[in-house]
T-cell receptor, first 113, second 114 residues
């Protein structure tokens, strides 16, 4: 199993550009989440999904969209990038009952100029 | 309002000694607590957890203690090894909520010196 994979590993955007951060998992987990990590801020939940077709907002959802058309994939879209979205983004997945075992991807480092 | 607090941004210990990482929480609904470990350029990995019905959970060199009345938990690493050098995140969730919603602290950078 590859676990949770994220692409790209690193991306530079200009203010106003859009892009999609990809996340995929091959563990058949129901739940998937997106976090951002900023210096001195820990991990903050952006959006999450409890299954295909179901998504909801986390703590810091503004400026981001998500969709979950399949169990495996959970892309995060930045509609119009802003410098405040410069961060490291982590995708995670877990089973319905295994709340302690959130498996994280390696992260995408995003720089918005 | 920060519901999970790790007040020490960094901690430095000598190899072989004990490392104690602390975490405080304010939300009384939290009843399950977790520690994650993160190396640079990698995603966090689950380390150990504890339910609020317990006050201690042990896994090898790692022990987590929970003091519910003080809303405080700590992670003890004995003996500390250089490979333990990483950022440690405390996280909490409530069984009454969705189990995928973890609230994380800001993390503590542990450095174990040889």
């Amino acid at each position: 199993n590859a676990g949770v994979t994220q692409t790209p590993k690193f991306q530079v955007l200009k203010t106003g550009q859009s892009m999609t951060l990809q996340c995929a998992q091959d563990m058949n987990h129901e739940y998937m989440s997106w976090y951002r990590q900023d210096p001195g801020m820990g991990l903050r939940l952006i959006h999450y999904s409890v299954g295909a077709g179901i998504t909801d907002q986390g703590e810091v959802p503004n400026g981001y969209n998500v969709s979950r058309s399949t169990t495996e994939d959970f892309p995060l879209r930045l509609l119009s990038a802003a410098p405040s979205q410069t961060s490291v983004y982590f995708c995670a997945s877990n089973t319905r009952t295994g709340r302690e075992t959130q498996y994280f991807g390696p992260g995408t480092r995003l720089l918005v100029l | 309002d920060q519901q999970v607090k790790q007040n020490s941004p960094s901690l430095s210990v000598q190899e072989g000694r004990i490392s104690i990482l602390n975490c405080d929480y304010t939300n009384s609904m939290f009843d399950y607590f977790l520690w994650y470990k993160k190396y640079p350029a990698e995603g966090p990995t689950f380390l150990i957890s504890i339910s609020s019905i317990k006050d201690k959970n042990e896994d090898g060199r790692f022990t987590v203690f929970l003091n519910k009345s003080a809303k405080h938990l700590s992670l003890h690493i004995v003996p500390s090894q250089p490979g333990d050098s990483a950022v440690y995140f405390c996280a909490a969730t409530s069984s009454g909520g969705s189990n995928y919603k973890l609230t994380f602290g800001k993390g503590t950078l542990l450095t174990v010196n040889p």
